[in-house]
């Protein structure tokens, strides 16, 4: 099992910065890739918004890029979301997900609880 912790979310006015962070811990899992979704209600989907490898390779939302960060601290179980210049169609509650292997070198994804990021205009 993969325990993951998320925190950062809040209110904040267009224009400002927020920073999420979500910290990940197993026992035996290794944590291998990292990345955060937002879901908008009513929809129920939660799109991509910015992911990174265990290589450090990052991929973002078109939306987002320029304006939004995600890196990895040094153990490589903390994943951060710098968002900055945010906009009101930012809002939304933002999910932590993780791909983790076991020792049986199977691949399992995990999400947080999720976040509330809310920008007012």
């Known amino acids: 099992q993969v325990q993951l912790v998320e925190s950062g979310g809040g209110l904040v006015q267009a224009g400002g910065s927020l920073r999420l962070s979500c910290v990940a811990s197993s026992s035996t899992f290794s944590i291998n890739d990292m990345g955060w979704y937002r879901q908008t209600p009513p929809k129920s989907a939660r799109d991509l918004v910015a992911?990174?490898?265990?290589?450090?390779?990052?991929d973002y939302a078109d939306s987002v890029k320029d304006r939004f960060t995600i890196s990895r601290d040094n153990t490589e179980t903390t994943v951060y979301l710098h968002m900055s210049s945010l906009k009101p169609e930012d809002t939304g509650i933002y999910y932590c997900k993780v791909i983790a292997k076991s020792r049986q070198g199977y691949d399992f994804q995990y999400w947080g609880q999720g976040t509330q990021v809310t920008v007012s205009s």
């Open positions: 992911a990174i490898t265990s290589g450090g390779r990052t």
